[in-house]
């Protein structure tokens, strides 16, 4: 080598290149060559030291001293050396997925397991390096004690079949509290996917389901019932309240009637009470005679009531049907009861009777 020779141009390269620019540094010591190369490591670590490349998916979060002054977009940017500034690189655009299963109590005192799944990712580099001691472990629990409190207020039927609803408030509640605990996450999606009972209870959930199945079939049948009996009901009422508006309307004419019947009666009894009474006596006796179809016999002290056949009819009102009389067999003991002649077919003492 061109430095080896003596008197060699005094140590310095004349060659190009990397010979070049080890002449540019400084000759320490009087010629020291390992003192060059700690200045050339030096040099590089410099520089290497003060680059820094980002990537897409990564935030540089730059601390000077120990204390937060920037943070670093994707790409290549540069920084003062350490140990006065370094750099923290935070995967800002990843996924991260948090599973488990928590038993809990619901409002109405029964015991589900439910799975929770949570998707979220660091929307802040500051804050999740910062602002609270291990924010993955913050959310965690933050999201085991926010499943537990929505289920709590709900019943095992809205657990069971419902959990969306569920699931929705759960999310803002959730990142509510990050937001309070100053994690720097951002829930993107809160699931409950399968909620059941604990496996010691699980016979008895069994029989709850049975019986509410069975419940929701009695439910169904009673209401097909009731669309069917209902109608038929309503139909019967109506035709029952017809037919009492129709008996309402005939009672009140005939009311009516009788009314204006009994108005004439007084007139033609004010003008002849004697022949009015007598004719009402008459007709009364005439229409009491005619529906109770009895025979009456008797010689003045005895009085007979011999119902005749069951299939004889009532005669209209205002038409006698005598029917024939069967006179008992009794002992004259007055005068009186004596028979008269008459026509035959007659008992005798009938028309004292009558009277």
């Known amino acids: 080598?061109?430095?080896?020779?003596?008197?060699g141009g005094g140590g310095r390269s004349t060659g190009g290149g990397f010979g070049r620019l080890l002449d540019k540094l400084p000759d320490v010591g009087?010629?020291?060559g390992p003192l060059r190369w700690i200045g050339l490591a030096l040099a590089l670590w410099l520089v290497f030291?003060?680059?820094?490349?980002?990537?897409?998916?990564?935030?540089?979060?730059?601390?000077?001293?120990?204390?937060?002054?920037?943070?670093?977009?994707?790409?290549?940017?540069?920084?003062?050396?350490?140990?006065?500034?370094?750099?923290?690189?935070?995967?800002?655009?990843?996924?991260k997925n948090y599973e488990d299963r928590v038993p809990v109590l619901t409002s109405d005192e029964n015991i589900v397991e439910v799975a929770v799944n949570v998707q979220y990712r660091v929307a802040d580099p500051k804050l999740y390096l910062f602002g609270t001691r291990d924010g993955d472990e913050v959310l965690k629990q933050a999201a085991l004690s926010?499943?537990?409190?929505?289920?709590?207020?709900s019943t095992l039927d809205t657990v069971l079949g419902?959990?969306?609803?569920?699931?929705?408030?759960?999310?803002?509640?959730?990142?509510?509290?990050?937001?309070?605990?100053?994690?720097?996450l951002v829930v993107t999606e809160l699931n409950l996917p399968d909620a059941r009972p604990p496996q010691q209870v699980k016979p008895a959930f069994d029989d709850v389901?049975?019986?509410?199945?069975?419940?929701?079939?009695?439910?169904?049948?009673?209401?097909?019932?009731?669309?069917?009996?209902?109608?038929?009901?309503?139909?019967?009422?109506?035709?029952?309240?017809?037919?009492?508006?129709?008996?309402?309307?005939?009672?009140?004419?005939?009311?009516?009637?009788?009314?204006?019947?009994f108005t004439l009666l007084v007139q033609q009894y004010k003008g002849a009470p004697d022949v009015t009474r007598k004719r009402l006596w008459l007709e009364t006796v005439q229409d009491v005679l005619a529906r109770n179809r009895k025979v009456v016999?008797?010689?003045?002290?005895?009085?007979?009531?011999?119902?005749?056949?069951?299939?004889?009819r009532p005669a209209p009102v205002g038409q006698a049907v005598l029917p024939d009389l069967v006179s008992p067999t009794v002992e004259a003991t007055a005068?009186?009861?004596?028979?008269?002649?008459?026509?035959?077919?007659?008992?005798?003492?009938?028309?004292?009777?009558?009277?």
Do not use: H
């Not at 959990?163 to 990142?175: D, I, N, P, T, W």
């Not at 009861?337 to 028309?351: D, I, K, L």
């Open 1 to 7: 080598m061109a430095w080896n020779r003596p008197g």
């Open 162 to 184: 419902a959990r969306e609803q569920l699931a929705v408030s759960a999310r803002e509640r959730l990142q509510k509290s990050l937001e309070a605990y100053r994690t720097g």
């Open 335 to 355: 005068p009186e009861a004596t028979a008269r002649p008459g026509r035959s077919g007659r008992p005798a003492g009938r028309e004292e009777s009558v009277r």
């Open 30 to 32: 009087g010629g020291g």
């Open 297 to 312: 016999g008797g010689d003045g002290r005895q009085l007979i009531y011999v119902p005749l056949q069951q299939d004889a």
């Open 49 to 95: 030291n003060c680059f820094v490349l980002i990537a897409e998916q990564q935030r540089g979060v730059v601390l000077r001293f120990g204390q937060f002054d920037r943070v670093m977009q994707p790409g290549p940017s540069l920084k003062l050396p350490w140990p006065i500034e370094r750099v923290i690189k935070v995967n800002a655009t990843q996924i």
């Open 146 to 153: 926010t499943v537990r409190e929505q289920v709590g207020r």
């Open 209 to 261: 389901n049975s019986a509410q199945q069975d419940k929701e079939r009695l439910i169904s049948e009673s209401r097909a019932y009731a669309a069917k009996i209902v109608p038929e009901a309503r139909g019967q009422a109506a035709r029952v309240r017809t037919v009492a508006e129709g008996y309402k309307t005939a009672e009140i004419a005939r009311a009516t009637g009788d009314a204006e019947r």
